[in-house]
């Protein structure tokens, strides 16, 4: 083993992580439910959905035997000319439980390919209507993946920073917090009055990245509505809320109002494969609905609609669809929210924020809230010795376990961050 972990070292570049820090890290050699197995004989919580994608559990065994009949059957074609019944299985799935005038599904490969072709869709829906519409609108702190249509939707900051002058430009509104609602709702009415706003995207209810940041539905159904009004698309970017994160399907079941084009991706296939989705309404069809070349959408990757990702796809559709898994999305909300209560006015404890299977600790640090707070350092490892993957955004500590986690682990999870709270107070 220690010679895989040295090749490692040798060989492999991780994301967001510094090249130059060298770090024993765990090497996983198998995982069941919400436990990672390592090397050296440790059982780890993964309590952070491994990147927010896991819903129904390591290795669940409906999505394993999906994938491996799917093996056997057709592992690939070609998606451009070609059709293939998961992918068709799929489209229909996720129409059912989408707003209702969703009616077309795209596939990608990733959540940022999810978004980016979203982008592309909102530009060229006016490009093909001969309109001169071309201003994107985005929320301050959003982030929505690391390609450039997505990094240049995105705040401007450490994630960005080196690409900056590549980013074509995004206008940012204030993120609207429970003290400026109606500035932001005004902010964002005087721009798209201009007539120049081609998109608005935003990350619904809650910004991950940034810090599990929620919103409330109403200023967002307020925005959406402004936009529907001024003719301007609306972009969920649903990858990280999608698939009962937010206690419903889609974030956007707490609207009232719904958006034009939505991107899904991480949940969608219960954690087991890469897929990108990005669903659209009939109204921005009718803009591309034309046999003229110049019309078409010029968008595609050679794994797009992959059947063995589609078909894990559908046996997590299964899952999630069974009456059994809405219990325990609301089960752990409960619990999420008696934990909150209980930890409120913790002298460690900035604010607490709970939304479906999300639970957000804000810490109270001498430095402020941002990826880049130092206490990061100090609640990774601490956790990770005790077996707990918690992966904090800076000072923010978050829960986003599995569903299929049980009472009992997530209360040792409660336990451990206590426990954490009260050193932390102590020092
Ligand atoms: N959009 C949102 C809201 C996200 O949280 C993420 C990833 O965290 C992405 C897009 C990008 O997804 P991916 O990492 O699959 O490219």
Redesign the pocket.
Same mark, same amino acid.
């Given at each position: 083993m220690d010679d895989l972990i040295a090749l490692d070292r040798k060989n492999i570049w991780h994301p967001f992580s510094p090249l130059g820090v060298t770090q024993d890290i765990p090497t996983i050699i198998s995982a069941k439910g919400v436990h990672l197995y390592t090397a050296d004989g440790r059982k780890i919580i993964d309590a952070v959905s491994s =990147? =927010?994608v896991n819903l129904h559990g390591h290795c669940n065994p409906v999505i394993a035997k999906a994938i491996a009949d799917q093996a056997h059957t057709l592992e690939h074609v070609i998606f451009a000319g070609f059709t293939h019944e998961p992918a068709i299985r799929l489209s229909d799935n996720l129409l059912s439980i989408l707003p209702s005038d969703q009616q077309k599904i795209f596939f990608s490969d990733?959540? &940022?390919?999810a978004?980016e072709v979203a982008l592309k869709m909102a530009i060229q829906y006016w490009h093909n209507r001969g309109v001169k519409k071309t201003k994107i609108i985005a929320l301050n702190g959003a982030?929505?993946? $690391?390609t450039f249509g &997505?990094m240049s939707v995105a705040e401007r900051g450490l994630f960005t920073q080196p690409f900056f002058p590549y980013l074509f430009d995004a206008t940012f509104i204030e993120f609207p917090d429970a003290d400026n609602e109606k500035e932001v709702v005004a902010q964002f009415e005087k721009l798209i009055r201009l007539g120049d706003v081609a998109a608005f995207i935003f990350?619904p209810l809650v910004q !991950?990245?940034s810090g599990m940041r929620m919103y409330s539905p109403d200023v967002l159904d307020a925005l959406i509505s402004l936009a529907n009004k001024h003719d301007v698309i609306c972009i969920a $970017?649903e990858?990280?809320t999608g698939f009962g994160r937010t206690g419903r399907n889609f974030a956007i079941d707490h609207l009232k109002n719904k958006p034009d084009i939505i !991107?899904l &991706?991480?949940g969608i296939t219960g954690g087991f494969m890469p897929l990108g989705v990005t669903a659209c309404s009939q109204k921005i069809i009718d803009a591309f609905d034309s046999s003229a070349v110049e019309k078409t959408f010029f968008h595609g990757h050679s794994y797009t609609a992959n059947p063995l990702a589609c078909a894990a796809a559908n046996a997590s559709f299964q899952l999630l669809t069974e009456a059994e898994c809405y219990e325990k999305i609301r089960s752990i909300e409960r619990m999420h929210l008696t934990f909150a209560e209980s930890i409120t006015g913790h002298r460690s404890v900035e604010a607490v924020r709970v939304l479906g299977t999300i639970l957000a600790i804000e810490l109270k640090t001498a430095e402020e809230t941002s990826y880049t707070n130092p206490a990061r350092k100090r609640i990774y490892p601490f956790f990770l010795e005790r077996n707990i993957l918690l992966r904090p955004l800076g000072n923010v500590i978050y829960v986003l376990p599995p569903y299929v986690i049980s009472d009992e682990e997530l209360q040792l999870v409660y336990t451990t961050i206590r426990e954490f709270l009260h050193l932390a107070q102590n020092t």
């Open positions: =990147w =927010w990733n959540g &940022s390919t978004v982030y929505h993946g $690391d &997505s990350e !991950a990245a $970017d990858v990280f !991107a &991706s991480k």
